[in-house]
T-cell receptor, first 116, second 111 residues
Framework: DAGVIQSPRHEVTEMGQEVTLRCKPISGHNSLFWYRQTMMRGLELLIYFNNNVPIDDSGMPEDRFSAKMPNASFSTLKIQPSEPRDSAVYFC??????????????FGEGSRLTVL | QKEVEQNSGPLSVPEGAIASLNCTYSDRGSQSFFWYRQYSGKSPELIMSIYSNGDKEDGRFTAQLNKASQYVSLLIRDSQPSDSATYLCAAYSSNTGKLIFGQGTTLQVKP
């Protein structure tokens, strides 16, 4: 299997611009997670989906952030407008949600976002 | 109080020694616990999972869980320089469906 695929790997943009991060989960996985990692705050859960349905978005920092999962093989995380404090590595992860294994996540390589 | 707490380190051990990494969690509803390893500039990868009290061994790695004390640990025997990485402890609660990570402990194994 190809693993979780994220794009772009690196994004440099200017404050105020829209940023869209993309994720393709592992085929057959039914849960998808978006995390953000910074030195100060570590790995923070932003939102997760089960069977394409958003279950908990309480980690989304503010209304500038939105996430969608239109089908089982694609998800996007959008930031509009972007701010310098959004600079971080954004990870997408997927898992096969079944009893006892829901915490076994497979991570993509991450999208490193720099907002100038 | 953070939901999952770890000492950020760095923890430095000589090659061949035992490295002991510790983690505490605050949500008593957490049922499953995981250790992820993250090399610098890479993504986290799962190395151990533990679901019940006691020890679980896998090669050079042993995970320990004490739910009464809300404590999880990872022992790495015969540490190798290739074990140098950040180790992330994570707790999963089926009540919330969330996997929450600690800040991670950086391990340095010196040849």
């Amino acid at each position: 299997d190809a693993g979780v695929i994220q794009s772009p790997r690196h994004e440099v943009t200017e404050m105020g611009q829209e940023v869209t991060l993309r994720c393709k989960p592992i085929s057959g996985h039914n849960s998808l997670f978006w995390y953000r990692q910074t030195m100060m705050r570590g790995l923070e859960l932003l939102i997760y989906f089960n069977n394409n349905v958003p279950i908990d978005d309480s980690g989304m920092p503010e209304d500038r952030f939105s996430a969608k999962m239109p089908n089982a093989s694609f998800s996007t995380l959008k930031i509009q407008p972007s701010e310098p404090r959004d600079s971080a590595v954004y990870f997408c992860a997927s898992s096969l949600r079944r009893s006892g294994s829901a915490g076994e996540l497979f991570f993509g390589e991450g999208s490193r976002l720099t907002v100038l | 109080q953070k939901e999952v707490e770890q000492n950020s380190g760095p923890l430095s051990v000589p090659e061949g020694a035992i490295a002991s990494l510790n983690c505490t969690y605050s949500d008593r509803g957490s049922q499953s616990f995981f250790w992820y390893r993250q090399y610098s500039g890479k993504s986290p990868e799962l190395i151990m999972s533990i679901y019940s009290n006691g020890d679980k061994e896998d090669g050079r790695f042993t995970a320990q869980l004490n739910k009464a004390s809300q404590y999880v640990s990872l022992l790495i025997r015969d540490s190798q320089p290739s074990d140098s990485a950040t180790y992330l402890c994570a707790a999963y609660s089926s009540n919330t469906g969330k996997l929450i990570f600690g800040q991670g402990t950086t391990l340095q194994v010196k040849p």
